[in-house]
Structures are given as C-alpha cells and as structure tokens.
C-alpha cells in the first residue's frame, strides 16, 4: 500500500506501467520527464537499473499537483515488454500500488495486449495481490495509427471480467507527441488517493 504520510500531507506510491513491447511506456516515461524535470535534469540520461538478472528496469519520481490537500509522488517504473524480460516484470511489481496498463490500439497488437494482461495478472498472483486491489488505468497508445481501432473496442475485451469496468480510467494517447500522457499520469494519482483512509 503507499506510504502515506499525514503529518506532511504527502503519499508515495510506486506505479509500474505495463503493456507490450513497443507499446509506448518508454516514451510515455520519457514525455513525462521531458516536461515536469528541470532543464538540467533532462540532460541526464532516463535512469536505468537492473531488476535482477533478467533485466532492466526504467524509473522516475514525479510530484503530482494537490489533490484533497495530499501532494502524490509517483515512483513510475517500466520494464521491456519482450518475452525474455518476463521475470524482470515479476520483479518490478513487487509493491506496486497501481498499473497504468499500455494497450496497443493497433489491430495486430490485440492479441499481444490480451497476453500481457494475462501474465499482468499471473504476476500478480505470486505475491498474492489481486489486480483489483490496485489503483488501475488503461492507456491507450497509437490512437493516431491509421488502422488504429476506436478505443472502446480495444478496452472493453480487456476489462471484459470487471464488474467495475465502467469505473476504470481510458485514456487515449500518442506517447511520441505527449498526447494524453500526462493525463494519464494525474488519473493514476487519483486512484491511487482513492485507496488511501482518510488521516
């Protein structure tokens, strides 16, 4: 669960996004840099580190405005999404307190969305922690493919087995322009200030 805490007005969370290879979680990290570090902070590169000896993992601490008084640092993580990395996401989510799932718009991508959301899931189950305790949003990448499918019709399979469907965040983005990502990130915060009591 984050850390809450109420004497400072201040929650950390860590937020692993996850999806696909190629999906756009790296662009989405390196937008989200881009505009809220300082300008000598985007010169340095995205920090990189091992997640074991399967992988790499990509990080970074943003401070999302107040909400309900609470200021939120997000600690955002993001693993590759090719098969040999799947021990390396297993990893990533120990502690996780919300997912920002990727879901590829295109249409050769559904199958592969559906895959990941699957061993998202599995992954979860090692450490006991059923995806519906966490905060949890979709975004939606590629929506400016020109084959790209309407953004109903590659969330509503994927959450075809949530009762709470109509509640979660879809968010529609083109992670090489910025478009939607930051919102994304905001709507995260959000769910995650759900799940913290009241101090």
């Not at 290879?21 to 902070?41: D, V, Y």
């Not at 995205?46 to 939120?72: F, I, K, N």
């Amino acid at each position: 669960m984050a850390t809450v805490d109420h004497s400072r007005k201040q929650i950390l969370a860590k937020v692993v996004w996850y999806g696909t290879s190629g999906s756009g979680k790296t662009s989405s990290l390196q937008h989200i840099r881009e505009t809220t570090s300082s300008p000598a902070e985007r010169r340095k590169p995205l920090d990189t580190r091992a997640a074991g000896p399967e992988g790499v993992y990509e990080h970074y601490t943003l401070t999302v405005s107040e909400q309900r008084g609470y200021r939120t640092r997000l600690g955002i993580f993001t693993v590759p999404g090719a098969p040999r990395f799947a021990e390396a996401r297993r990893v990533i989510l120990e502690g996780v307190d919300a997912v920002v799932f990727v879901a590829d718009a295109r249409p050769d991508r559904q199958q592969a969305n559906k895959a990941a959301l699957d061993e998202l899931r599995t992954h979860l189950d090692s450490y006991d922690v059923p995806l519906e305790r966490l905060g949890f949003v979709v975004q939606c990448t590629f929506i400016d493919a020109p084959d790209a499918l309407p953004v109903a019709d590659v969330v509503t399979p994927l959450l075809a087995d949530r009762a709470d469907a109509a509640a979660i965040p879809v968010v529609g983005t083109v992670p090489v322009r910025g478009q939607g990502v930051l919102d994304t990130a905001h709507q995260v915060a959000r769910q995650i200030l759900k799940l913290v009591p009241p101090g």
